[in-house]
């Protein structure tokens, strides 16, 4: 076959049919068609919009009403925010809650979001039992309570998806080291980690399972919660809450993987430098109660004096350092403690909701240390709340 006849065979052929004035006003005309079939699917429909998420911003009686009365100093009095951070929240979530909390059948609630998010805030604020918030509201503590647990636990994945585990992702120590906010004596550490306790009533039930909850450290029953804080101020993991008992180091042992993860090296971070080059982990600060984590982790641990002895200057002089990094675990304890009475006072709430109760001060944390930044006095604040739990338990 000639070259000629092969590029002929290889060439599409013609349309059957020919582009005629008839075949072209048939297919706009068809086109036409499905056009009128669209409009027709929405024709059917009300011109009305309903409510948008902008428009249901509006209907907060209950903010305003306590926004008009007390002033913008009322609002921080409530929940630890000014209006203008509170709206900040309330703009990072409400897409959220309009998509997850009060849809679906069933009774709806008679408060709206923006309303309840106060409500949420101030009890975590003030609560200790609930039906002296409730009073502020002019609300049954029942249908308080219940209005605002319901409200909570909608809420909490966004919470700590946002606040806490999106925290850990933006500040790897690339992130830190960037910024100039890696830990001044110990840069190699990422993390500070360290237990909170809190006096809860006394459990019902036997003795057995009651001496699990007290504390042989601060002579009282309560809750401890593991926290790991980055040098810039920010909770970045926390633990389920322990029973009063259990050892911090206990604690720690049963969330090494947690911890393996988190200080394992990211891609890129290997040539950050490092005062053990080589190493594949970043470490961990932590205090005396944490020994022998260091058989597991890499770990920066401060020295415990010899039997009979004391230690030198040198070593006493490296304790120091470490106490001075550390001390932003403290600080953070101090903040959440000082916002938060659920954190603080005796935890008087049901024993099931702890984890999410406590979880949500910690998220609210970060977002105020967001606004504003730890400082010294926070770690005033939490010695002060140690030295008055080891007087109540005296």
Same mark, same amino acid.
């Given at each position: 076959?000639?070259?000629?006849?092969?590029?002929?065979?290889?060439?599409?052929?013609?349309?059957?049919?020919?582009?005629?004035?008839?075949?072209?006003?048939?297919?706009?005309?068809? =086109?036409?068609?499905?056009?009128?079939?669209?409009?027709?699917?929405?024709?059917?429909?009300?011109?009305?919009?309903?409510?948008?998420?902008?428009?249901?911003?509006?209907?907060?009686?209950?903010?305003?009403?306590?926004?008009?009365?007390?002033?913008?100093?009322?609002?921080?009095?409530?929940?630890?925010?000014?209006?203008?951070?509170?709206?900040?929240?309330?703009?990072?979530?409400?897409?959220?809650?309009?998509?997850?909390?009060?849809?679906?059948?069933?009774?709806?609630?008679?408060?709206?979001?923006?309303?309840?998010?106060?409500?949420?805030?101030?009890?975590?604020?003030?609560?200790?039992?609930?039906?002296?918030?409730?009073?502020?509201?002019?609300?049954?503590?029942?249908?308080?309570?219940?209005?605002?647990?319901?409200?909570?636990?909608?809420?909490?994945?966004?919470?700590?998806?946002?606040?806490?585990?999106?925290?850990?992702?933006?500040?790897?120590?690339?992130? =830190?080291?960037?910024?100039?906010?890696?830990?001044?004596?110990?840069?190699?550490?990422?993390?500070?980690?360290?237990?909170?306790?809190?006096?809860?009533?006394?459990?019902?039930?036997?003795?057995?399972?009651?001496?699990?909850?007290?504390?042989?450290?601060?002579?009282?029953?309560?809750?401890?919660?593991?926290?790991?804080?980055?040098?810039?101020?920010?909770?970045?993991?926390?633990?389920?809450?322990?029973?009063?008992?259990?050892?911090?180091?206990?604690?720690?042992?049963?969330?090494?993987?947690?911890?393996?993860?988190?200080?394992?090296?990211?891609?890129?971070?290997?040539?950050?430098?490092?005062?053990?080059?080589?190493?594949?982990?970043?470490?961990?600060?932590?205090?005396?109660?944490?020994?022998?984590?260091?058989?597991?982790?890499?770990?920066?641990?401060?020295?415990?004096?010899?039997?009979?002895?004391?230690?030198?200057?040198?070593?006493?002089?490296?304790?120091?350092?470490?106490?001075?990094?550390?001390?932003?675990?403290?600080?953070?304890?101090?903040?959440?403690?000082?916002?938060?009475?659920?954190?603080?006072?005796?935890?008087?709430?049901?024993?099931?909701?702890?984890?999410?109760?406590?979880?949500?001060?910690?998220?609210?944390?970060?977002?105020?240390?967001?606004?504003?930044?730890?400082?010294?006095?926070?770690?005033?604040?939490?010695?002060?709340?140690?030295?008055?739990?080891?007087?109540?338990?005296?």
């Amino acid at each position: 076959m000639s070259r000629r006849s092969s590029l002929q065979a290889s060439q599409p052929a013609p349309s059957s049919t020919p582009l005629t004035t008839r075949v072209i006003s048939q297919g706009v005309a068809l =086109l036409e068609n499905l056009d009128q079939q669209r409009y027709a699917k929405r024709a059917r429909y009300s011109t009305v919009l309903a409510d948008e998420p902008d428009d249901l911003d509006l209907n907060s009686p209950i903010y305003d009403s306590f926004l008009a009365s007390q002033g913008a100093e009322g609002i921080v009095t409530m929940t630890n925010f000014s209006a203008s951070e509170f709206n900040l929240i309330w703009t990072e979530v409400r897409q959220y809650v309009f998509r997850h909390w009060n849809v679906g059948s069933g009774r709806k609630s008679a408060v709206s979001a923006r309303d309840l998010l106060l409500m949420f805030f101030t009890s975590l604020k003030h609560c200790g039992t609930w039906d002296v918030v409730a009073a502020v509201f002019k609300q049954k503590p029942t249908t308080f309570e219940k209005r605002v647990m319901s409200f909570l636990i909608v809420l909490h994945p966004y919470l700590m998806r946002t606040f806490v585990t999106a925290v850990e992702q933006k500040w790897p120590m690339q992130a =830190l080291a960037e910024s100039g906010h890696r830990f001044k004596n110990f840069p190699a550490a990422w993390y500070a980690t360290d237990v909170t306790f809190q006096q809860t009533n006394v459990p019902a039930g036997a003795y057995a399972e009651k001496k699990l909850y007290y504390s042989g450290n601060h002579s009282l029953y309560g809750h401890k919660v593991e926290v790991s804080v980055v040098p810039n101020g920010f909770a970045i993991d926390c633990t389920k809450f322990y029973k009063g008992s259990v050892s911090d180091k206990t604690i720690f042992d049963e969330n090494i993987d947690s911890h393996l993860a988190n200080l394992a090296k990211r891609t890129g971070e290997t040539t950050l430098e490092d005062s053990e080059p080589g190493m594949e982990q970043w470490a961990v600060l932590a205090d005396k109660g944490y020994q022998g984590i260091q058989h597991n982790v890499r770990a920066v641990l401060p020295l415990k004096k010899p039997v009979g002895g004391i230690l030198t200057f040198a070593e006493q002089a490296k304790n120091d350092r470490i106490a001075s990094d550390r001390v932003i675990v403290e600080n953070y304890f101090g903040r959440l403690k000082t916002l938060w009475a659920t954190c603080s006072n005796t935890y008087r709430w049901s024993r099931k909701s702890y984890d999410i109760v406590f979880q949500a001060c910690l998220t609210l944390t970060n977002v105020h240390v967001r606004l504003h930044p730890l400082r010294a006095e926070d770690g005033d604040a939490n010695a002060q709340y140690i030295n008055r739990l080891n007087a109540i338990g005296a």
